[in-house]
Every structure is written in structure tokens, then in C-alpha cells.
């Protein structure tokens, strides 16, 4: 049996509950930006939200939810652009302070580093995106505590396919048996799984009733010592929280 040796972590709904009020919002902010009677709510956003990946995910919108609009010539360019801007309204929200972590997870990762834990990030969304929310949270020192940032365009599928995963594992040069996955979504738990990851899920909103089997635990957050964790699936013990104590005694049962 190998022992842990290292935390891979997603990010959008993860470290941080980021796509209701951050990224959706900033979606709608770059369609007013180009004038396109746009506006993605909360409700269409959760249909949209089946499609990773922000440039994917617009395509999938006009391709499933627009009628008779003429796409311009360049498709890819007009997709891109408007992802650019989406981008810019984003990363002003992470500068503003706007986008907070999720619960427990500040402390797990101080926990973790104490342990002697590698950590990764395996994500759909930019580096930059993953970097702005790590220096707004925890500091511009907190992107060196991750050995990898695989993020977005850098696998050529993205989740649910478990290219970002396998691309971490890979240049950590860890088997997946020495690791733990964090995820909040099916999408993500299919990406992880299929990278053979064992995977812990903090779920939010939007991810609360999908299928979630196949996790070691599926709770509602990672919870704090004062904030206890709803067990949604699994067994977490006698435990109220995620420590690293939890996280051995997972890694040892998976
Ligand atoms: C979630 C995603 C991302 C974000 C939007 O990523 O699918 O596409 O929704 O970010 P993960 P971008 O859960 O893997 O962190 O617009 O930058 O793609
Ligand atoms: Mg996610």
C-alpha cells in the first residue's frame, strides 16, 4: 500500500465557489461589453455548466440555446474574444476580493504543508484565473506551494476526460494510489476517477444532486473545527471536518 504523498486539488467550486456570482457574471459582463442581447442566469447557467471550459462552454450556448443567430465568419475568434474579455471582468473580480475560498480550505492546505504533502492543481479554467485567486486569497507566495498548475488549454480534452489529472500525475511523477483528489463536481469526479484518483467531493449549488458515485466521500464542504461538514455520502468517522488525519484514514480504506 503506498502511502500519500500528495494532494491534487480542482478549483472552480472547489478551493473556491466560483461559478454563480464569479463567473457567470462575468460571462454576461463581456456579452453587454460586445452588445449581444445575452444574459446567462443562474438557472441557464446550471444547464450550461454540463459544457467545461469557458470557450466550450459559449459554443455549446449558441449551438443549443440561440435561435437564428448568424454566427460571424471566424467562430473560434469571435468565441475567443469574447472569452478574452470575460477573462479581464473575471480576474477584476479576484482582485477585488470579491471571490473568496471555500471553507477549511485555507486551513487544509496549511495543514497539508506542515504534513509534508505535495500539492498540484488540476483545473479547467486558465493558470492565470488559478494564480489571481491564489495571490487575492492567500498571498502571492501561495502559487509556490503548488509543484503543478495544470490548468485549461494545456491537455487537449478537458474534464469530464482525465487529461489534466493524468498531465499533473505525470509531472509530479506520482502513481495515483500516493494521491487524493478534491473535486465539487460529476464532470470532475469523472476526470479524476478516470485518472484511477482516489477523490474527496465538496459539493455547492449547483453540484449537490448530480451523480456523484465512485467518491471516497462526498460532503458539503471541507468544513472547519466550528463548522462541521454534512456527510452527503461515505464515511468520515467520527470526524466533523477535513484534516489530514481524515485524509490518511481515507487514503488507507480507498
Ligand atoms: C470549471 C470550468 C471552467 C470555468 C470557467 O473548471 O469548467 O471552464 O467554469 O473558467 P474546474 P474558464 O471545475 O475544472 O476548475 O472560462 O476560464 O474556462
Ligand atoms: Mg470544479
Not at 41 to 49: D, N, P
Not at 109 to 114: D, N, T
Not at 156 to 176: C, W
Request: net charge negative.
Amino acid at each position: 500500500m503506498n502511502s500519500l504523498q500528495a494532494l491534487i486539488f480542482d478549483v472552480d467550486g472547489t478551493l473556491a465557489d466560483t461559478e454563480r456570482d464569479g463567473h457567470r457574471p462575468a460571462f454576461n459582463k463581456a456579452f453587454a461589453e460586445a452588445g449581444l442581447p445575452w444574459e446567462w442566469s443562474v438557472e441557464l447557467y446550471a444547464k450550461l455548466l454540463a459544457v467545461t471550459g469557458g470557450k466550450e462552454r459559449i459554443r455549446y450556448f449558441m449551438d443549443q440555446f440561440l435561435e437564428g443567430f448568424e454566427a460571424p465568419a471566424d467562430l473560434n475568434g469571435f468565441i475567443a474574444g469574447l472569452h478574452q474579455s470575460k477573462t479581464r471582468f473575471y480576474l477584476q473580480m479576484l482582485q477585488e476580493g470579491l471571490i473568496p475560498l471555500r471553507p477549511g480550505v485555507a486551513r487544509l492546505l496549511g495543514e497539508a504543508r506542515e504534513a509534508g504533502l505535495r500539492l498540484a492543481i488540476a483545473t479547467t479554467t486558465t493558470p492565470e484565473n488559478v494564480t489571481q485567486l491564489l495571490e487575492a486569497t492567500l498571498g502571492k507566495a501561495s502559487i509556490g506551494w503548488f509543484e503543478v498548475i495544470a490548468a485549461g488549454d494545456i491537455v487537449p480534452a478537458k474534464k469530464p476526460a482525465p487529461d489534466i489529472f493524468v498531465h499533473a500525475l505525470e509531472q509530479m511523477n506520482l502513481s495515483p494510489t500516493e494521491c487524493l483528489a478534491f473535486e465539487d463536481s460529476e464532470n470532475g469526479l469523472r476526470s479524476s476517477l478516470g485518472a484511477d484518483l482516489p477523490t474527496l467531493v465538496t459539493t455547492n449549488g449547483y453540484t449537490r444532486d448530480q451523480d456523484l458515485e465512485g467518491a471516497l466521500l462526498v460532503i458539503d464542504s471541507l468544513g472547519e473545527p466550528d463548522a462541521p461538514f454534512e456527510v452527503l455520502s461515505g464515511d468520515a468517522g467520527a470526524s466533523t471536518y477535513v484534516d489530514v488525519a481524515l485524509l490518511r484514514d481515507l487514503r488507507a480504506r480507498a
